[in-house]
Antibody, heavy 114, light 110 residues
Framework: QAQLVQSGAEVKKPGASMKVSCEAS????????VSWVRQAPGQGLEWMGW????????AYAQKFKGRVSLTTDTVTNVAYLEVRNLRSDDTAVYYC???????WGQGTLVNVSS | QSVLTQPPSVSAAPGQKVTISCSGN????????VSWFQQFPGTAPKLLIY???KRPSGIPDRFSASKSGTSATLDITGLQTGDEADYYC???????????FGSGAKVTVL
């Protein structure tokens, strides 16, 4: 059974950067990719992008291009989401999930506040 | 503004059936697989349905889904109080080159 474990909650200042990690257990990384989804307080789900752990190919939602980077470390089976130049409206719970969304991390709350 | 339109809320009495609609267009629902997700407050979403109408292992057959043209529907039969949650549809959008989610529908058991 694949399991995704994310890093803990963060508080950031506007303009700073954040980096959330997502550790996969088992064989996950050799045969799957990772999706990233966020959810602002009281709002719906928003897809940010995904990365293939096989070849590192990425796809990003248009609104995040240039400000978000997705990477993976296939040695440690960890995926990373980096968001730069944070704004208050980036305050959200960030989830990693398998490429087909059948497995999800527990979520990481990032609060952007001055 | 979500690309996929869902009713904000649906409700029914225990044991009854609810249907949640998800409306899109030819760039998303009509030509791509639809998934459905269940989310309880404070928890991660859970995959309920994939590839339009397939249930992952462990999902009760009370949950079923279908797709026709530019719309998809999720049915929950034999409604239980434990089904109270938010439900989202999702699919790939070829014009946006993005995965898109519906706005979410809250199910209330009366």
């Amino acid at each position: 059974q694949a399991q995704l474990v994310q890093s803990g909650a963060e508080v950031k200042k506007p303009g700073a950067s954040m980096k959330v990690s997502c550790e996969a257990s088992d064989y996950f990384f050799t045969s799957h990719g990772v999706s990233w989804v966020r959810q602002a307080p009281g709002q719906g789900l928003e897809w940010m992008g995904w990365i293939s752990s096989y070849n590192g190919h990425t796809a990003y939602a248009q609104k995040f291009k240039g400000r978000v980077s997705l990477t993976t470390d296939t040695v440690t089976n960890v995926a990373y989401l980096e968001v730069r130049n944070l704004r208050s409206d980036d305050t959200a719970v960030y989830y990693c999930a398998s490429l087909d969304f059948d497995y999800w991390g527990q979520g990481t709350l990032v609060n952007v506040s001055s | 503004q979500s690309v996929l339109t869902q009713p904000p809320s649906v409700s029914a009495a225990p044991g009854q059936k609810v249907t949640i609609s998800c409306s899109g267009n030819s760039f998303n629902i009509e030509n791509n697989y639809v998934s459905w997700f269940q989310q309880f407050p404070g928890t991660a979403p859970k995959l309920l349905i994939y590839a339009n109408d397939k249930r992952p292992s462990g999902i009760p057959d009370r949950f079923s889904a279908s797709k026709s043209g530019t719309s998809a529907t999720l049915d929950i039969t034999g409604l239980q109080t434990g089904d109270e949650a938010d439900y989202y549809c999702g699919t790939w959008d070829s014009s946006l080159s993005s995965y898109v989610f519906g706005s979410g529908a809250k199910v209330t058991v009366l």
